[in-house]
C-alpha cells in the first residue's frame, strides 16, 4: 500500500513540475485469466477456481471461515477498460477507484464456481480457518460520475470465461 501511495505522489509532482498528464486508477479485487491458481498463494477467487476444478465427485467443496465475508471482484478487462478512461477522461493524477462496485459473499462465490463447472458438491464453512477482512466493498461512485464508467462483465460471466481459459491452458 504504502508504494502505491508513493507512486501517486510521484504521479501528482510530475504533472505539477512537467505537466505530465497521469490518471489514477485504485483497483479492486482485479481477477481474469492469467491470475495466480497456485492455491498457497492466490486470492480467493483463482484459488476457488482451481480447488473446484480438482475436485473429486462426491467430495465436499471446503471454503475457509464462515463463507459470509464479502468480496468486490471485477474481471480484469474492466480494469483495463477503467485505466483507458482514466487516462482519457481524468489524467488529472486524482485517484478514482475501479471495481465492480457490488459485494458477494465467499459462500455465494463458491455456488458460482461450482455453477460454472458444473458441480453440485456441497459447500461446507470451516470457521476454524482463517479469513480475510470481513467485508472489502469499493465506490465507484466517482468513476461513474467522472469517467462514466460501469463494468461490462457480470462476476458470473467473468468465472465462466476464467474457468473456460483454464481449462484450456491448465
Request: glycine share 8%; proline share 5%.
Amino acid at each position: 500500500g504504502q508504494s502505491k501511495r508513493f507512486l501517486e505522489q510521484l504521479c501528482r509532482y510530475y504533472q505539477r513540475t512537467t505537466n505530465l498528464q497521469c490518471g489514477i486508477v485504485r483497483p479492486s479485487g482485479a481477477v481474469g485469466r492469467f491470475d495466480n491458481f497456485d492455491e498457497r498463494t492466490s486470492h480467493v477467487l483463482p484459488g476457488m477456481i482451481a480447488r473446484a476444478m480438482a475436485l473429486k465427485p462426491g467430495d465436499p467443496f471446503v471454503i475457509w471461515g464462515t463463507g459470509e465475508d464479502v468480496r468486490d471482484l471485477i474481471h480484469s478487462s474492466d480494469v483495463a477498460y477503467g485505466l483507458l478512461l482514466a487516462v482519457a477522461h481524468a489524467p488529472n493524477s486524482d485517484p478514482i477507484n475501479i471495481a465492480s462496485g457490488v459485494g458477494i459473499s465467499t459462500k455465494h462465490m463458491a455456488r458460482l464456481v461450482l455453477d460454472a463447472i458444473d458441480s453440485d458438491a456441497e459447500i461446507v464453512c470451516d470457521p476454524e480457518k482463517p479469513s480475510a477482512l470481513r467485508t472489502r466493498l469499493v465506490s465507484i461512485d466517482k468513476a461513474k460520475r467522472v469517467l462514466g464508467f460501469e463494468p461490462r462483465v457480470s462476476l458470473n460471466d467473468g468465472v465462466k470465461d476464467i474457468i473456460s481459459w483454464r481449462k484450456d491452458h491448465a
